[in-house]
């Protein structure tokens, strides 16, 4: 357990929910952020810890010197809202028309800024140094992460850590998965170009409607049928645009959606497959088309060592519920450009529960969580913080610590 480091953070509880309803009810869109890494930043300058602001753009680092020499341990939150309206029923709820935090990013960067107190007000028991991480928009690719690094964020870092408050997962548990945990999100837009004409006469025409009809189903067979079974592979359209009149067969047809895969030789061959299908079927109609493909975040992959490392010490001194491995979860996560230079783990905090209806999905208009997942959070960010730092011997003694409490 982690004795008087738990309880000075179980006493914040209620700061670390003020905050976090005051950034649900003031959410900023993705490299939009103003106000919001200003309230981070003049927080953590109350816990005294330097701050460095500005960070890749719209970032915020600060960094906890301990008392003694050791390892650097970097812990990452991140803060951007989505293009949402919210539509729940709370005192918090957001008040920017068409703006809310539905994926958790207000309780991370509040749960960091508990932690951050907690470490702070006893940073002459460290070994080493801790670097907090705030990270401005991730919901939106290129994202906050390699911008942030390329500023340095991640300078003599030897291992980062972050947690995804998780509604699917319920309150008290903890979700790791190693190696491929979250899915490269990738882009793409196929513009179908067919010769319009009058409804009445589609014998004149190229149809792009009909033959994006026929594009859509058989897209979903390059997963079906060329894609190994045993690699996860995702192909979903999202929209499809054409024409603005009930008898007019337009000249235009544009299909958008993302491919989500973990294996790197899955999301080249995806990315091939998708033009080749499209080039047959609209050779098959005598149509032509354009095609556009952006890769996005990477594949997140989580080091064996850390992982290990993580479930362990969260398992033996968070003092939560349940720790268990999941699958890879087909989102995506810019946080996997951190571990690409660093070693290190994202994990899992289950946030579900019906009792307070945080039952709705990530990126719903409804979306809320069970405010209590952010203790949870906060005392796995801790016990890998201090065991990463101070080793096992200390972590033996919080343990006989926590037992006399």
Avoid at 86 to 93: G, I, N, W
Avoid at 148 to 172: K, N, R, S
Avoid at 327 to 350: H, I, Q
Avoid at 374 to 403: I, K, P
Wanted: aromatic residues 8%; contains cysteine.
């Amino acid at each position: 357990m982690l004795g008087s480091w738990g309880r000075q953070l179980a006493a914040l509880y209620d700061d670390m929910v003020a905050w976090r309803r005051h950034l649900h009810q003031y959410p900023e869109l993705s490299f939009r952020e103003v106000e919001t890494p200003r309230f981070i930043a003049e927080r953590l300058e109350s816990f005294g810890v330097e701050v460095r602001t500005g960070v890749g753009g719209r970032g915020v680092v600060g960094i906890i010197e301990g008392g003694r020499p050791g390892r650097t341990v970097a812990l990452r939150a991140d803060f951007d809202a989505l293009p949402i309206q919210d539509e729940k029923d709370v005192p918090y709820r957001s008040r920017v028309p068409g703006v809310m935090h539905a994926c958790g990013h207000d309780a991370h960067t509040a749960t960091l800024l508990g932690v951050a107190r907690v470490l702070a007000g006893r940073r002459e028991e460290l070994c080493g140094r801790v670097v907090l991480i705030h990270q401005f928009a991730e919901e939106q690719a290129p994202g906050g992460a390699k911008p942030m690094i390329e500023d340095g964020c991640l300078d003599g870092v030897d291992a980062i850590f972050g947690t995804h408050l998780w509604t699917p997962m319920p309150v008290g548990r903890i979700g790791y998965c190693p190696g491929y945990a979250m899915a490269a999100a990738d882009r793409f837009e196929i513009e179908i170009v067919g010769r319009g004409g009058h409804g009445a006469s589609p014998h004149e025409t190229v149809d792009p409607v009909l033959v994006a009809c026929e594009l859509v189903p058989k897209l979903q067979h390059i997963v079906g049928r060329m894609v190994d079974p045993l690699e996860p592979a995702v192909i979903s359209v999202g929209s499809i645009h054409a024409g603005t009149a009930f008898n007019v067969i337009p000249a235009t047809a544009t299909i958008t959606g993302t491919v989500r895969t973990l294996s790197p030789k899955v999301r080249d061959l995806v990315e091939a497959r998708l033009e080749q299908v499209t080039r047959g079927v609209c050779t098959a109609y005598g149509a032509r088309y354009r095609f556009r493909y952006e890769r996005g975040y990477p594949a997140l992959f989580n080091h064996e060592e850390e992982t290990r490392f993580v479930a362990e010490t969260i398992e033996r001194f968070a003092g939560v519920e349940g720790v268990e491995r999941i699958r890879p979860v087909m989102g995506g996560e810019d946080f996997a450009y951190y571990l690409e230079r660093v070693p290190g783990c994202f994990f899992f905090t289950g946030a579900g529960n019906a009792e307070v209806n945080a039952v709705y999905p990530h990126h719903h208009p409804r979306f809320d969580i069970d405010e209590r997942a952010m203790l949870v959070a906060g005392r796995a960010l801790l016990a890998v913080t201090l065991r990463f730092l101070n080793g096992d011997e200390y972590m033996a003694s919080l343990a006989q610590d926590g037992r006399a409490a």
